[in-house]
């Protein structure tokens, strides 16, 4: 599907808001500022995957987009390796950075995963008008485009092009790298169009 | 980003649905369902490599290389042109992992996408000399045609070891 000037400036609008709650909520758990760069709109070829998202480990809590509109596509928090130890170190109070993550790890990850996740669909939702739900998580440390390589060849309406809303969250006191990444089904993608070009209309 | 040792260079990279044939190293990194399936032939000591993503194209033609049932017939059209006998080819596979254990309304496409690989190398009676299928973790795999047709296995820990 391909988006005009107008749609892909009201597509990014509707990042900034989801990703500026999410940023929130990451700062709160950290108790620190967290920066948010210009969310981005790539539509990526999935021969080009590698491109974007690499083999380097890292930790991705994923939730499918569910609530009104049933397998909508898929959420995922993408926590490098190294930014995960970090973040659970900084919430349980541990300094040691070169230790295996652990359960509790695994937990804290999942949680901070679902609150930011959470955070992100309920300020898209309420500016388009629709009940967006994120399916209960799922948590892989492991190659970064392993990951989401399956989440591709398990989406709904097979594709060649995937298009991906990424928002960068840093964490500058305690070198935290994050990025939140939403990747809509096409007929999702649609719906949310539709909607913001109404909004823009009515407005 | 520094965590693991990056692509060698000399390297030809195969993104998901691209195949490659010839005598050059050749890499698919991060597989997790998908499968990277190699052929070697022994006597002309060339192979080609291709990244299977799903197992059925379902009359689609503009990726042969995406899944498993028109990618081998496209290796080995473009193997038979190099002039490689049917009998001299011996194929390798590894990926089809099963990541999720949630978001179960899918079939393991992890799987499927072996079996078909399986099946489809069966019919045109091509051994397979060595895979690693399976499991829930993700794979790089890289394949030395001119090192007798070497293929290596690496896990995001880094650890590599030959199949």
Known sequence: MKLSSVQIDAMQELGNIGAAHA????????????????????????????????????ALVIFELQGEFPHGGYIIVYISRKSAVRMTNTMLGLTDQNRPLNEMDESALIEIGNIMASAFLDATAELLGFVMLPSP????????????????????????????????????????????IMMPEVTMLKTFVERLENLMKSS | ??????????????????????????????????????IYDRDLHIGAMVHIMLPESS?????????????????????????????????????????????????????????????????????ISGEEVGGKSGRTVSFFPEEGGKVTVRSADGAAHEI
């Open chain 1, 137 to 180: 998580p799922t948590l892989i440390i492991d190659m970064a485009h392993a990951a989401m390589q399956s989440l591709i060849a398990q989406m709904q309406e097979e594709i060649d092009e995937v298009m991906l809303f990424s928002t960068e969250l840093v964490c500058e006191e305690h070198k935290i790298d994050s990025d939140i």
């Open chain 2, 59 to 127: 009359g689609r033609t503009d990726r042969p290389g995406k899944y498993a049932d028109s990618a081998i017939p496209l290796l080995l059209t473009k193997l038979t042109e190099r002039g490689s006998k049917r009998s001299s080819l011996v194929a390798k596979m590894a990926g089809g992992a099963c990541m999720f254990e949630y978001f179960g309304n899918n079939l393991n496409i992890g799987e499927r996408n072996a079996e078909k690989v399986r099946s489809a190398l069966a019919e045109q009676h091509i051994r």
């Open chain 1, 23 to 58: 940023a929130t909520t990451l700062s709160q758990m950290l108790s620190s500022t967290v920066e948010m760069s210009v969310p981005k709109i790539k539509v990526v070829d999935v021969a080009k995957l590698a491109d974007y998202i690499g083999e380097e480990p890292a």
């Open chain 2, 1 to 38: 980003m520094t965590e693991t040792a990056p692509p060698n260079k000399s390297q030809v990279m195969i993104g998901i649905g691209e195949y490659h044939v010839g005598t050059s190293p050749m890499m698919t990194i991060g597989l997790g369902s998908c499968i990277g399936l190699t």
